[in-house]
């Protein structure tokens, strides 16, 4: 079953003879729980097809399918609200909120959604990622590779069928690398959730079970290295998990927080600090959510 399809897709920026065709034509489609790396030369376009199939860019021409759906139909308000909820997005400079603690940077999509966050997951995922006894800290405080484990829960807080990400080992070390993709492949085996991963190195682009080459915007090889679901025990069961907890999402979304908030067994922060400065920070929030910033110093 296929998760996205891309049809046809191009983006150019400016115009004249400062004319970038950044993607020109590129269709392909990903099947549930894969796991795929994109590789190609700097400036071939990577960055921006995961930004569109990632809904923080709009196309000039062409369409993006997400479990069936022509996403770039969407409104743009609901758009952010099904990006947060279906898609988790790791870049290579974490992008985390400086004055928020681990716990609080990883649970902001949950914030951002006035939801209610479920204390179990959380826990589960802080420990996976050796967080635990860092959940208070702030981002300043950490290693490089600890940030970017803060950036991978914040990405699988909401259990995403779908999660992209750009370059997520640009920044580390050969030991922090490999970490970094094991928790990859782990929400890829364990969860079976879809991943599509950008990389330039080529060890890491083996991990994968499909690599997908760009050139010049286009796609110029496509080789299936490993079946789909390889290393999943029970990839039905772990997909149809995946979607239950994507319908779940959906569903607590259109609910009001105070409603569910006594009928879940998620629990709010008590203080209510963390929603008022995720408040106060709303406009700097959506902008990193976005990557508007650090990321484009590199370019
Ligand atoms: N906002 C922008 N305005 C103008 N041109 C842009 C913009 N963003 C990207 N480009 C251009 O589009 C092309 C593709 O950029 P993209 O960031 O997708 O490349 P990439 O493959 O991710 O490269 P890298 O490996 O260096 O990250 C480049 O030539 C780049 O200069
Ligand atoms: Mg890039």
Do not use: C
Request: proline share 2%; net charge negative; no cysteine.
């Amino acid at each position: 079953m296929e998760i996205v399809r891309v049809e046809n897709l191009k983006k150019i920026y400016g115009d004249d003879e400062n004319e970038v065709r950044a993607l020109n034509g590129v269709s392909f489609s990903v099947e549930k729980g894969d796991f795929v790396a994109i590789t190609g030369s700097s400036g071939s376009g990577k960055s921006t097809l995961l930004h569109l199939m990632g809904l923080v860019d709009t196309p000039t021409s062409g369409k993006v399918f997400i479990n069936g759906e022509d996403v770039y139909t969407k409104k743009e308000d609901e758009l952010a609200i099904y990006r947060r909820r279906q898609i988790g997005l790791i870049y290579q400079f974490y992008n985390l909120i400086p004055t928020l603690s681990v716990q609080e940077n990883m649970t902001l999509p949950v914030l951002m959604d006035r939801g209610t966050i479920n204390k179990e997951r959380m826990n589960e995922l802080l420990e996976q990622l050796g967080l635990t006894d860092r959940r208070k800290h702030l981002p300043n405080q950490l290693s490089g590779g600890q940030q970017q484990r803060v950036s991978i829960g914040r990405a699988l807080i909401n259990s995403p069928a779908l999660v992209l990400a750009d370059e997520p080992t640009g920044n580390l070390d050969t030991k922090n690398s490999r970490e970094v993709v094991e928790l990859l492949k782990y929400a890829n085996q364990k969860y079976g959730q879809t991943i599509v991963m950008i990389t330039h190195d080529e060890d890491i682009a083996l991990q994968a079970n499909r690599i997908i080459t760009i050139r010049d915007g286009k796609i110029a090889s496509d080789s299936r290295i490993r079946e789909v679901g390889h290393g999943v025990s029970n990839r039905a069961k772990a997909v149809e998990e995946n979607s239950n907890f994507a319908e779940k999402n959906e569903r607590s979304g259109k609910e009001k927080t105070d409603e569910i908030a006594d009928k879940s067994n998620g629990v709010k922060f008590s203080t209510g600090k963390s929603v008022e400065s995720v408040d106060k920070n709303r406009e700097f929030v959506e902008k990193i959510e976005k990557n508007e910033n650090t990321d484009k110093e590199s370019k």
